[in-house]
């Protein structure tokens, strides 16, 4: 019987250590080395093991993860050793007084740091004795936190022994609980579902999940820790704690399988403080937590304790913030914008706020859905997003301060520049004004298109002077460009004599084109420059393009029913028919039968590169965000390598975008595939 015993505990064994180090792979390196259905099944036989054998379960199993019963308080942990704050700087000449202080403090010219990401989490402290995690602890008051061990134990990537040769008798791991970006969303997504109350942010959401009594739900949370040093430490027997460096402490615990952020570095001096300040910086947005700030640390941990504490911080470390990405401001008022297609986008206008490095003054509401889920009303407080040159948005409201007698902002079913009835398509997320080239807002983008370089490539006519034309009534279609004549020019504002001839000469030279881009310039609705190529090229006339039907159509390589469809409609509307008739009037001519002789090869910052797409775009189709791309010489591809330079995120993104974050190929939202574009 008693070799049966041991031969199910080697068995055990074996099974816990299989399933505890593929946890090391997937949640610490990132790196998942099997399938899912072949961990659950280990994990199964695990568990059916040790129904069998309750009597040799032990807390360490990963099946103890989760505790069983909800706690019905949290109890006091003292931290022996203080959990301390950081003292912050917020621009370069603090970084400057602190070095200057450490190398007074040290008698030397020039020392060396460990530089670490400052995450935007929760510090918390884990105590190993022999190797077995004891005790967990939130940092509280810096000198007594709250027992939360069974909430900690449930996180994967926290060892729950340590299976290195040489353990320490004693081990304080010091770092932060944190919920990872694509976590973030992904549990957002699914309170959404759930019809539950969304988190604010990812810090919200760890702080929310870590502090359940319950640590069954703390379970369902997708959280993170990050080690970033270590408190109490005792060698005991066999330990081999480093007592040289910090560096040397965070490479230990780095083998002893803790999570260190890749980020961290040693580098010495000031200006190379600075440069690291900025290089993470950059990095940023495309991170897979959130940061406020880098952290400088004295690399010499002699030299640590030589520099000591100033009350409640140590002199030996800095954090160096970075501007915050939120920021709460109030909605002063709420416009709907419209663009050359027609869609329609609720912008909060805001009470002057800096967040991410600028003032901003308004923030994009998206659509329709966007602005009733959040449920953000005119009067409102609301917590405002900046990051990197993302558009910036509104996250949410605070309810707590909104004013009495506010009411929900209802979408306008007219458009409220020309007031054409808008609608909303079937499966589209955004309502659009039905009053095509009628609508003045449209009618402005609709002539910036066309005199764009890639359509008609009028020179010397800019959107601010595009502005003053249709609001002067002196061109109403881009049709009455080639109406004009000097003496209405002159007597717009800033209109030298020498620029309203040279811009005569560009209209009268546009009017020889090709007819592959007098397509593209007509602005139809995803017709994308190649696609006007290839029409061009199949059908060699306007006068057949326009007659062709959705079925005909549909012989143009590229064109699907969607495209086919905005084509007949175009064209099916007699005002775009007659302004068609005034140009050609007007002498535009194209050599029909061409369309090969269109230039595709400008050099972009589009061209060449690639690119995958995922979630719904707030204004654009993936199908007119795919044409653009493609029409500058890009490539689309439907998944996410270490090849793909670009991933374009829209609402509720897929996989694809985990897959990006953890690439870490750079994201765009729409904002940002625009600004590309341009
Ligand atoms: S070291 C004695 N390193 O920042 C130094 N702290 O203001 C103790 N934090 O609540 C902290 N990232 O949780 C250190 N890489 C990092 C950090 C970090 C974030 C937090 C920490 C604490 C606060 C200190």
Not at 633 to 660: F, I, L, N, R
Request: hydrophobic share 40%; glycine share 8%; charged share 25%.
């Amino acid at each position: 019987m008693n070799d049966k015993i041991e031969l199910v505990q080697l068995q055990l064994q074996k099974l816990r250590q299989q399933i505890e180090q593929y946890n090391y792979q997937y949640y610490v390196l990132d790196d998942p080395r099997i399938p899912d259905a072949e961990y659950d099944r280990l994990f199964r036989e695990l568990q059916q093991v040790e129904q069998e054998y309750p009597q040799l379960v032990t807390s360490a199993s990963p099946t103890q993860r989760v505790g069983s019963t909800p706690l019905k308080a949290f109890s006091q942990v003292k931290h022996e050793i203080p959990m301390l704050s950081l003292g912050n700087a917020f621009d370069e000449a603090e970084v400057e007084a602190f070095d200057r202080r450490v190398c007074e403090g040290l008698s030397v010219d020039t020392v060396e740091y460990a530089v670490e990401p400052k995450f935007d989490g929760l510090a918390v402290s884990l105590c190993y004795e022999n190797g077995f995690f004891k005790t967990g602890a939130t940092r509280g008051d810096g000198h007594t936190g709250e027992d939360i061990t069974l909430n900690l134990r449930t996180i994967k990537s926290i060892p729950l022994n340590l299976t290195a040769k040489n353990v320490p008798s004693l081990l304080e791991v010091r770092g932060e609980v944190l919920m990872l970006k694509a976590d973030f969303l992904k549990l957002n997504q699914r309170q959404r579902d759930k019809g539950e109350k969304e988190f604010a942010n990812p810090r919200n959401a760890a702080a929310g999940s870590l502090r359940q009594l319950d640590s069954a739900v703390t379970a369902t949370r997708p959280l993170s820790f990050f080690a970033y040093g270590v408190g109490r430490a005792e060698d005991g027997q066999n330990g081999q704690i480093p007592k040289d460096k910090h560096s040397d402490v965070m490479a230990y615990l780095v083998a002893l399988h803790f999570p260190v952020a890749k980020e961290c570095q040693v580098v010495t001096g000031l200006h190379a403080l600075l440069a690291h300040y900025q290089k993470i910086g950059a990095m940023r947005v495309d991170l897979p937590y959130d940061i406020d700030g880098v952290v400088y640390k004295v690399n010499s941990l002699s030299q640590q304790e030589k520099l000591g504490f100033v009350s409640r911080a140590p002199r030996f470390a800095l954090a160096h913030k970075y501007p915050a990405q939120e920021a709460m401001t109030k909605v002063l008022d709420i416009d709907v914008q419209v663009g050359r297609t027609g869609a329609l986008t609720p912008v909060a206008r805001l009470e002057p706020v800096f967040v991410g490095g600028v003032t901003v003054t308004n923030a994009t509401l998206h659509n329709s859905d966007e602005v009733k889920r959040k449920d953000v009303r005119i009067g409102d407080t609301v917590i405002v997003h900046r990051a990197g040159d993302v558009i910036p948005k509104v996250i949410s409201v605070v309810l707590a301060q909104r004013p009495a007698q506010t009411q929900s902002f209802e979408m306008p079913t007219q458009c409220p520049v020309c007031g054409a009835r808008a609608v909303r398509l079937e499966g589209e997320t955004v309502a659009r004004c039905s009053g095509g080239l009628f609508c003045p807002a449209q009618r402005k983008q609709a002539i910036i298109h066309f005199v764009s370089r890639r359509a008609l490539d009028i020179d010397g006519l800019g959107d601010k002077l595009v502005e003053q034309l249709v609001d002067n009534a002196i061109v109403r279609t881009p049709a009455d460009l080639y109406k004009l004549g000097i003496a209405a020019l002159m007597n717009l504002e800033r209109l030298a004599e020498k620029s309203v001839s040279n811009l005569l000469a560009a209209i009268e030279k546009s009017k020889q084109t090709t007819l592959a881009r007098f397509i593209y310039a007509l602005g139809i609705r995803n017709v994308g420059e190649s696609t006007a190529k290839a029409l061009a090229l199949h059908y060699g006339s306007l006068d057949r393009l326009m007659v062709a039907d959705i079925e005909n159509l549909q012989l143009v390589p590229d064109v699907g029913p969607i495209v086919a469809q905005s084509i007949v409609s175009f064209f099916d509307e007699p005002h775009n028919r007659e302004v068609i008739e005034q140009m050609r009037l007007s002498g535009i001519v194209w050599q029909e039968h061409e369309g090969k002789s269109m230039p595709m090869t400008v050099e972009t910052a589009i061209s060449g590169k690639t690119f995958v797409l995922t979630g719904t775009l707030p204004t654009m189709s993936r199908e007119d965000a795919k044409q653009e791309i493609e029409n500058q010489g890009g490539k689309v591809t439907g998944s996410v390598s270490k090849k793909t330079d670009y991933v374009v995120v829209g609402d509720e993104p897929g996989s694809k975008y985990d897959k990006a974050l953890n690439l870490g190929v750079t994201i765009l939202d729409e904002a940002g595939l625009q600004a590309l574009l341009q």
